[in-house]
C-alpha cells in the first residue's frame, strides 16, 4: 500500500522520455577530436523531436501515447551556487557548481496539469523554484527569504515567493527533485536548451494492454538509445517492478539476518542459565535449609536472570540508537520519510522473541532448582 501511494504521488504518469538537445549534442561534438559518420548521424538526428524520433524509428507515437506534455530543460548558466547566495553549503558543496536546471512557466505549468500538481503564474521580472528534496527545500528556503535576485541572459529576476514551491518534473519513487528554477517564456533563448523531456500515460485500459505497449517500447529502446539517437526513458512499471524487487531483497535478508542473530542470542543467553541453575541447585537448597522463603529465591532467579539478559539488550539498544541516527540521515538524504513505524514493529518483535527465551528460561530454571517432590 506504501509503495502504491508512493508511486501515485511520484509516477503520476505511465511512460516518460528524455534526450539531448541538438544544441548540447554540438557543444560536446565540439570538443572531440575525431567525429565518425555514426556520430554526424547522431548529431543530425538530435535535431528531431522524441516524438519525431519514435516515429521514424516504427513507434507510432500518437496511436500509444496519450495526454502527452512535451517540455524542456534549459541551460543558462547558472549554477545551484548562484541561486544560493551567501548560504552555507558545506553539506552539499559536491552540488554547487553543477547547472541549475531551468524551464519555462509555459513548459513547467504544461507537466504540472498532467501530474495534478499545481500551476503558478510569473511576472515578467519574477521567478520560482520548484523542489521537493526536504533537505535542499531548507536551504534554498533561507536564499529566498533573502530575495536573492537572479540575472538569466542579462536580465533580473526576483523570487514571487520567499519559498519553494512542492513539485517535481522526473517521475521516480521518492522526492529526489532539489530544484528547478521556472522563469518566464520569453527569459530563455532556443539555443539554451539541453533536454527535451516528455511525459505521457499509454493508450491503455487493461495491464495487459499496458505491458503490451511497455514491451515494444522496452525493445524500440535497446535498438536505438545511444546507439541511433541520445534517448533515454523511465516508466511507471519499470519503477514499481524495481522496487518490489529491492525491496523484497533487502527486506528478506535484514529479516533472515536479524532473526538468526536474535535467536541465537537468545537461545545461547538461555542455554548458560539454565546450566547455571543446574550447577547452583546445590546452592539454592542450602538457602532453603536456611529458612529462606520460596518467594524470595524465585525473585533471586528472576532478577539474576533478567540482569543477565538485560545487558547484551542494553548494548544492542546503545547500538541501535546510533545506527538508527545514521540511518535517518540516509533517508532524509534519499527524500524519504523516517521509520517510527518500522522501528516500533521492530521492538514488538524483539520483545515476543526475546522476552519469550527470557520467560522461558526462568521458568524451566526454577523447575530446576525446586527440590523434588
Known amino acids: 500500500d506504501s509503495l502504491s501511494k508512493d508511486l501515485d504521488s511520484m509516477c503520476p504518469v505511465d511512460v516518460q522520455l528524455a534526450k539531448y538537445s541538438y544544441d548540447a549534442m554540438s557543444e560536446a561534438y565540439a570538443t572531440s577530436q575525431d567525429m565518425n559518420e555514426k556520430d554526424r548521424e547522431m548529431l543530425e538526428e538530435s535535431k528531431l523531436s522524441i516524438i519525431e524520433t519514435l516515429n521514424n524509428s516504427g513507434f507510432d507515437a500518437q496511436k500509444y501515447f496519450k495526454d502527452v506534455a512535451e517540455y524542456n530543460i534549459y541551460n543558462t548558466g547558472l549554477t545551484v551556487k548562484d541561486t544560493l547566495g551567501d548560504i552555507n553549503t558545506d553539506d552539499y558543496q559536491f552540488m554547487a ?3 541549475m536546471p531551468v524551464m519555462t512557466i509555459g513548459d513547467y505549468n504544461s507537466v504540472a496539469r498532467l501530474y495534478g500538481n499545481s500551476t503558478y503564474e510569473l511576472n515578467d521580472d519574477e521567478y520560482i523554484i520548484v523542489a521537493d528534496y526536504k533537505n535542499m527545500v531548507m536551504i534554498r528556503n533561507q536564499a529566498l527569504k533573502k530575495g536573492i535576485t537572479l540575472s538569466v541572459n542579462g536580465k533580473e529576476y526576483k523570487p514571487r515567493y520567499n ?33 527535451m523531456g516528455l511525459s505521457a500515460d499509454y493508450r491503455a485500459d487493461t495491464k495487459e494492454e499496458r505491458y503490451s505497449i511497455e514491451t515494444q517500447l522496452d525493445n524500440l529502446m535497446k535498438n536505438i538509445s545511444f546507439q541511433t539517437s541520445f534517448i533515454s526513458w523511465n516508466s511507471r512499471i519499470d519503477l514499481a517492478e524495481s522496487s518490489v524487487g529491492l525491496g523484497a531483497l533487502v527486506t528478506f535478508i535484514a529479516l533472515y539476518l536479524g532473526i538468526i542473530f536474535l ?12 546450566s547455571d541453575s543446574a550447577d547452583n541447585k546445590e546452592r539454592y537448597g542450602m538457602l532453603r535449609k536456611l529458612g529462606v522463603d520460596e518467594r524470595m529465591i524465585d525473585m533471586a532467579l ?17 547500538h541501535s540508537v546510533f545506527g538508527i541516527k545514521f540511518i535517518n540521515i540516509i533517508l532524509a538524504t534519499m527524500g524519504m520519510s523516517s521509520m517510527a513505524a518500522s522501528i516500533g514493529l521492530t521492538l514488538a518483535f524483539v520483545a515476543v522473541i526475546y522476552g519469550g527465551y527470557f520467560l522461558i528460561t526462568y521458568l524451566c530454571s526454577r523447575s530446576i532448582i525446586r527440590p523434588v517432590r
Open 97 to 99: 557548481d553543477t547547472i
Open 163 to 195: 519559498e519553494c514551491k512542492d513539485g517535481f518534473v522526473q517521475i521516480g519513487v521518492q522526492n529526489m527533485n532539489d530544484g528547478i528554477l521556472v522563469v518566464p517564456d520569453n527569459a530563455v533563448k532556443p539555443q539554451q536548451v539541453r533536454n
Open 263 to 274: 535467536i541465537s542470542s537468545a537461545a545461547i543467553l538461555a542455554l548458560r542459565e539454565l
Open 302 to 318: 528472576f532478577k539474576q536472570i533478567g540482569i543477565f539478559f538485560a545487558f547484551p539488550l542494553i548494548l544492542a539498544l546503545i
